[in-house]
T-cell receptor, first 110, second 116 residues
Framework: GQQVMQIPQYQHVQEGEDFTTYCNSS?????IQWYKQRPGGHPVFLIQ?????EVKKQKRLTFQFGEAKKNSSLHITATQTTDVGTYFC??????????FGKGTTLSVSS | DSGVTQTPKHLITATGQRVTLRCSPR?????VYWYQQSLDQGLQFLIQ???????AKGNILERFSAQQFPDLHSELNLSSLELGDSALYFC???????????????FGPGTRLLVL
């Protein structure tokens, strides 16, 4: 069945360092969504990517969708303590449900 | 605050029991989704309802069932509970849900279920 793998599982950075999480699907995706879940909180929608090769930016966050629409990445520039949480990608393939990766948990020390 | 409400926040019960989790979607949203989040399995899609009708099914066990009522609130029923059912159960809603996975989903705060 469709799988969405996300790496790394955990990442610890010093405040000010960059951070990247990668998402890979075993099948071509129609679109991919990214969510953030703070400790003790619920997933919050960040962005959706639909087009092959699409790049979107939200302040310090840069999201990319691969040319083959099988992978995606989220890059955070100059992390802050407010970036702490787990970042999930969720891929959608036509005719199936939204499949979530297991997430990358980011911790930031000041 | 996403506008999605879930009750109860916490639930402790015993194996073999049955529980009902409740979700009220954001005002105006027609679709409700249920997810199970556990440490080992991550966030698993269970089921989606759109305007009272089942729209999509994920990894939902036969012991679990759901429904969406005319006022659009939804209930997830879990029966013959096992230790492994202990998890965080999220409800999410979206405006329409015509194409699963292509709308922003707004998650509720979740119900933490502990089966002893």
């Amino acid at each position: 069945g469709q799988q969405v793998m996300q790496i790394p599982q955990y990442q610890h950075v010093q405040e000010g360092e960059d951070f990247t999480t990668y998402c890979n699907s075993s099948t071509t995706l129609s679109n991919i969504q990214w969510y953030k879940q703070r400790p003790g909180g619920h997933p919050v929608f960040l962005i959706q990517l639909v087009k092959s090769g699409e790049v979107k930016k939200q302040k310090r966050l840069t999201f990319q969708f691969g040319e083959a629409k099988k992978n995606s990445s989220l890059h955070i520039t100059a992390t802050q303590t407010t970036d702490v949480g787990t970042y999930f990608c969720a891929g959608y393939q036509a005719g199936t449900a939204l499949i979530f990766g297991k997430g990358t948990t980011l911790s930031v020390s000041s | 605050d996403s506008g999605v409400t879930q009750t109860p926040k916490h639930l402790i019960t015993a194996t073999g029991q049955r529980v009902t989790l409740r979700c009220s979607p954001r005002s105006g949203d027609l679709s409700v989704y249920w997810y199970q989040q556990s440490l080992d399995q991550g966030l698993q899609f269970l089921i989606q309802y759109y305007n009272g009708e089942e729209r999509a099914k994920g990894n939902i066990l036969e012991r679990f069932s759901a429904q969406q009522f005319p006022d659009l609130h939804s209930e997830l029923n879990l029966s013959s509970l096992e230790l492994g059912d202990s998890a965080l159960y999220f409800c999410a809603s979206s405006a329409r849900g015509g194409r699963l996975g292509q709308e922003t989903q707004y998650f509720g705060p979740g119900t933490r279920l502990l089966v002893l």
